[in-house]
């Protein structure tokens, strides 16, 4: 049997079995409600006939759940094996269909131009016309793929509404709303409040995202009417001749229509580290980027059809998921659901049949057993306190390309910085010019004017140079070819004709690249770069360019010296790192000395004994050994950079790595978390999670402090969502062994949440946190709150019953209720006390006004009658009070003992 699994032309991946089996489950649940609130007119008729045929409900709920449970089984099942049948089956046809459009696009230029429905022997140098766009325009041909940094309004709200207990208790609100009264219900609109909330706050982050989305969105350039002109990537046509410069990524698909050693990096796409180069009528797909050279190409495929235009758009969306605080919390909730569905069945038997009282009644105390088991504003405030994040960082120019990047970079005790672009400025200056081997500073100067000429591209460097000796200076100078600089080999070159005809190979680099390593030059040279200072070397060679040797037995003609401007924030950057035991690890394709120097300024720990990358162990224990002994390292290049941030990774480090340029891409993308400066090379930006947008290297620290304010604050809220969890589902099952009233109404458990959970837990949420991210969230929050659930649970039972046989008489089930409710009360507010440690003047405030509203309710005597609490007497209130204070001290002992005997 073959199982379709395609939506809109696109593939869509088999849901998760577990996911379907809670939704299951969930949809049984709703079901067996919904039959219950159906039958609800009739309760009376049959219990007055003495049928019970209706109690069997909650079991045909459960046998739609397993009907369900074994459909969603038998579907996974089906869907695997075509999944393992599709992947054996030989991809003939798409091979075929590659050779096809290879060979078409063999044909060259011309070929690509017609595929595009361009023609013209001019287009290489005019591009589309004016008229051309606009017809593309017309006929849809456009680039068309949005760019989204968030999700939709409308999953926004779907997000937020349709969620599992959002339904749950949408049911139980309106079983309240047939029996009545409306003060039982208040829990429903506390409900809508938060949902509310929650939606307000994710587009508000929506909103942010956007904004910045549009500022640091890509703008490559075109050639149109044949003029260089700068548009958004939603604007390229199909046939658009698009331009490409080191560091750009390739937006579209297309055919390279010029060349000029154009070395693209296809590796985020095939897996493979090693830049291929690419020639005139050679396929050029989405999703890679140039790391030398530049060019031009043809766009043939544009929107949807684009290679990598799915995978784009789903990097860039806005995610609540792939995080462990999220993973961890739906995890929790998982296993709630799994305990809610058998505690509320049995405490529905228990309500409905074994207690005689009136069906109104039985009904709201059971709605008032099961309400309280759900932790519906755990995810809420999750939601909310990571959508506020976003909005601080973006009013510091920070964009969160993935949201869980705030979180990410909360968790990582490894910082590997590139130092050029993030410790120090793009911009360098020429500060000296030396010639060797006899040749004078002038002819030098002269030869170093041709290089920079012959590079349409410059880097940094070349930029330097470019503007310490321009182009005039080397008037008479012919270029015959270039070789544009590269990371892996570290050196540029061109093959050049001087003004007396005289041609030759010269080379610029670097010094201990190009010189060999016992030449006496280069003590001179780390002297130098001690300094901090960058070294090039200008040398002649004999070899042509595409001579793989080239570098070999060259003859040194001159030294420049670069001095690099550093980043006035950086220094209090990497302190901060420091302060907050964050090992930062400087790795630079420069002079290792030179690095260190740098670092030194900068006065991070370890600079003093830089590494050369060249001579580290290749094993990935030993090179992890080394790396995390070691704070800067030179001579590292991009693969190396890689390596060095998966041995990290393997030996247990959650690593984050900065950069700007195309030689940290490769590591950006496997590190834990990327951040690229908004002034870096698009293909950088592209593969990081975080984007710097104003280029500051200062905004990491409030990145950081975002993250641990997000991660700490949601694991003390945490705690409290399922403490109450806890002990209602205990105190249910303790109801349902002793097959008495539930001591509860729902009005009740409403006061008591909002006065020790929901309004403390939304200003704890949102507070400030420095206290580290720790992992294991599901086993450190648990830890707690099991302990402190089962002693809140027994104490008001404790309470409950012994007030059941103090009180007798009309009126005796509101006494017992009130007692019970100050019990749980004053337990409660102790466990508020023990979370919102250590205390300052606003937590203190916190916790006393919410004390505060308890007793304006108790002596109020409006609100005793609105929510039927009064307490009665003398002696049963005080002996409650003493059994809240026995679990007080009980749950600092369980603290203290959890804390030292199971650390998480």
Known sequence: MRVSNWTDGKRQA????????????????????????????????????GHTWWVWTPLAGTALGLIGLWYVRRRAAAIARAERAEAERPRAAGAEADEADEAGEADGIAGGAEAAGVVGPDFARTGLSSAQVAERVARGEVNDVPVRSSRSTGEIVRANVFTRFNAIIGVLFAIILVVGPIQDGLFGFVIIANTGIGIIQELRAKRTLDNLAVIGEAKPKVRRDGTSVEVPTGEIVLGDLVELAPGDKVVVDGVVVGADNMEIDESLLTGEADPVVKQPGDTVMSGSFVVAGGGS???????????AAQLAEEASRFTLVHSELRSGISQILKYITYMLVPAAIGLIISQMVVESRGADEAIRRMVAGIVPMVPEGLVLLTSVAFAIGVIRLGRQQCLVQELPAIEGLARVDVVCLDKTGTLTEGGMDVTEVRGLNGVDEERVREVLAAVGDSDPRPNASLQAIIDACPAQDASGWRCESALPFSSARKYSGAVLTDPRGETATWLLGAPDVLL???????????????????????????????????????????LVVVEQRLRPEAADTLRYFEEQDVAAKVISGDNAVSVGAVAGKLQLPGADDPVDARRMPQGKEEMAAAIERGAVFGRVSPQQKREMVGALQAKGHDVAMTGDGVNDVLALKDADIGVAMG?????????????????????LP???????????????????FLTKTVYSVLLAVLVIA??????????????????????PAFFLALAPNRERAKPHFVRRVMRYAVPSGIIAATATFTSYMIARSFYTGE???EAETSAATLTLFLTAMWVLAIVARPYTWWRVGLILTMACGFVVVMVTPWLQHFFQLKLVGLTMPLTAAAIAAVAAVLLEIAWRVVATR???
Not at 30 to 37: C, D, Q
Not at 297 to 307: C, L, Q, R, S
Not at 524 to 530: C, F, Q
Not at 682 to 690: L, R
Request: a negative charge; charged letters at 15%; glycine letters at 8%.
């Open 297 to 307: 190409f043809t766009a043939t495929k544009v929107g949807k059809e684009a290679y």
């Open 702 to 720: 409030s990145v950081v402090a975002e993250g641990r304010r997000v991660i700490g604050n949601i694991e003390r809220v945490a705690n409290l």
């Open 679 to 699: 002034s870096g090379s698009e293909a950088a930006k592209s593969v990081s999670q975080i984007v710097l947008l104003n280029n500051s290297f200062a905004t």
């Open 811 to 813: 009126g005796s089930l």
């Open 516 to 558: 060999p390593a016992d030449d006496p030059r280069l003590t001179e040279i780390d002297e130098l770069n001690a300094q901090g200072l960058r070294i090039l070397l200008l040398a002649r060679g004999t070899r042509p360019l595409d001579h793989p040797a080239v570098a070999d037995g060259v003859e040194p003609t001159g």
């Open 902 to 904: 199971f650390p998480a």
């Open 738 to 759: 002793w097959q008495i009233p539930y001591p509860f109404l729902p009005r009740h458990l409403t006061l008591l949440s909002a006065l020790t959970i929901g309004i």
């Open 14 to 49: 088999p849901p998760p079995l577990e996911g379907n089996v809670v939704a299951t489950v969930t949809g049984g649940t709703v079901v067996w409600f919904v039959l219950f609130l159906v039958q609800l007119p009739f309760y009376g008729w049959f219990a007055d006939r």
